[in-house]
């Protein structure tokens, strides 16, 4: 006999929490708002049996209103004794005029430890790259963290990226599977040194997505991607993530060297956190307006790694920077095959690079901070070229310490591929 399947459907947003549009306007924190709870912890719950063992399913209906909150948070009640928690979602996407925004919905997850800013609850995110995903101690889909399911007060987080006129109905599926745990394995990340060649100039592609957030190349053939396109180090850099960092076993080599990281995609722009411990994720649930930026800026730093604002003028919804530059270590002036969005990024660090030399820093007569550039591929799927373009940086070893200190301090250029090479020299 298959699991008991109940259905719980939920009022639109707005009229669940009592609020004409201005109230929901108003209550638009990054906190989000929270609907009502999904329990599965009554005592009458027994799990059903069927081919995947015992099971519980539940499903939330509901309509976000046009207007919503950035993050709207479904919480699930989950008792004692469940190996695995899985989820499954859809939505309507009704056809709209050109120039109007259709419906767009993320998902992501918390755990028992809660949705807190920066909290310890967080289990994993895909964005809108997935319609299901599942967390268990011993695995997890590309994108979440194994780890137990302990009893208590999940969240799956419903981010509406975009929300059509009429509003965006949605359904989710909540499957708890109750059975024996087996033991997490212990993750293997990548080593923070390669063999290199001494002090030399390697190459190095910092934006890189794998199946892990929206990406479709698995690691092993962003490895192989690498290698071929002459690059000597890359950074994991995937959308709200940190899953990725320990999938990269067996994929570095003497010839190859693997940082962690992720790419940080706010409301109000996305930024690199390059070579930062692995493990340390970063939050991204805040906009420009709620001035936390550079609290999570110095989380980066605090964690080893770089501050680099990706593509800082591109056209996509919520891809245009608006934090400023003042946290940022560097800036990426070109993003993949270019376009005008880097035409316009390289004339602003241009002219950033002239202010710095015309208004002295530090109290005295030399030149102020300016920010050195990075260029890197952003790439995705074929036919997008890992390496393309790449950041060229001199550094006294192939090591995570000694290429983060060669971009900081800008000894680097930017290069469409490895055919192309400049050489520097001075003469007195």
């Known amino acids: 006999m298959s699991a008991e399947s109940e259905t719980v459907t939920a009022m639109n947003t707005a009229m669940n929490t009592g609020m004409k549009r201005r109230g929901l306007l108003a209550a638009t924190a990054a906190t989000g708002l929270t609907l009502a709870t999904v329990s599965f912890a009554r005592a009458e719950d027994r799990p059903g049996s069927g081919p995947d063992g015992p099971h519980r399913t539940r499903t939330v209906r509901g309509t976000l209103p046009a207007g919503a909150p950035d993050y709207v948070y479904l919480p699930v009640e989950v008792p004692d004794g469940v190996a695995e928690f899985a989820v499954s979602y859809t939505y309507d996407k009704p056809p709209v005029p050109p120039g109007v925004q259709g419906n767009a919905l993320d998902i992501g997850l918390f755990d028992e430890r809660g949705t807190e800013l920066g909290g310890r609850g967080f289990r994993g995110w895909s964005g809108g790259a997935r319609t299901s995903f599942s967390v268990r101690s011993d695995s997890a889909t590309p994108g979440y963290l194994p780890g137990p399911v302990r009893p208590g007060v999940w969240h799956i987080a419903l981010a509406p990226y975009t929300v059509a006129p009429e509003g965006l109905p949605y359904e989710v599926t909540v499957t708890?599977?109750?059975?024996?745990?087996?033991?997490?394995?212990?993750?293997?990340?990548?080593?923070?040194?390669?063999?290199?060649?001494?002090?030399?100039?390697y190459r190095g592609?910092?934006?890189?997505?794998?199946?892990?957030?929206?990406?479709?190349?698995?690691p092993a053939e962003i490895a192989a991607a690498a290698r071929a396109a002459g690059l000597d180090f890359i950074n994991s850099s995937e959308h709200n993530t940190t899953s990725a960092h320990a999938a990269w076993e067996g994929l570095w080599g003497d010839d190859l060297l693997i940082l962690t990281g992720e790419e940080i995609t706010t409301r109000n722009g996305h930024v690199l956190a390059v070579?930062?411990?692995?493990?340390?994720f970063v939050d991204w649930r805040y906009r420009a307006r709620d001035h936390r930026f550079g609290?999570?800026?110095?989380?980066?730093?605090?964690?080893?790694?770089?501050?680099?604002?990706?593509?800082?003028?591109?056209?996509c919804i919520g891809c245009n920077w608006k934090f400023g530059l003042a946290d940022a270590d560097a800036v990426e002036v070109w993003n993949g095959p270019w376009t005008p969005d880097d035409e316009i990024a390289l004339a602003e660090w241009d002219n950033a690079l002239v202010a710095a030399v015309r208004n002295p820093g530090g109290g005295g007569d030399g030149p102020g901070r300016w920010?050195?550039?990075?260029?890197?591929?952003d790439a995705h799927r074929e036919p997008d070229r890992v390496g393309h373009p790449q950041t060229v940086?001199?550094?006294?070893?192939?090591s995570r310490q000694d290429v983060l200190a060669g971009i900081r301090a800008g000894r680097s250029y930017l290069a469409e591929s490895a055919a192309l090479s400049l050489s520097f020299g001075a003469t007195d």
């Not at 070579?275 to 340390?280: N, Q």
């Not at 920010?371 to 591929?377: D, E, I, K, Q, R």
């Open 371 to 377: 920010l050195p550039a990075v260029g890197n591929s």
């Open 295 to 315: 609290r999570y800026a110095r989380q980066v730093r605090r964690a080893g790694g770089l501050v680099v604002p990706a593509h800082p003028h591109a056209t």
């Open 176 to 201: 708890l599977r109750f059975g024996p745990t087996a033991p997490a394995p212990a993750p293997v990340h990548p080593p923070e040194r390669a063999k290199g060649r001494g002090r030399a100039w």
């Open 205 to 218: 592609d910092c934006h890189l997505h794998s199946t892990h957030s929206d990406g479709r190349r698995t």
């Open 275 to 280: 070579g930062t411990d692995p493990g340390v």
């Open 393 to 398: 940086v001199l550094a006294d070893a192939l």
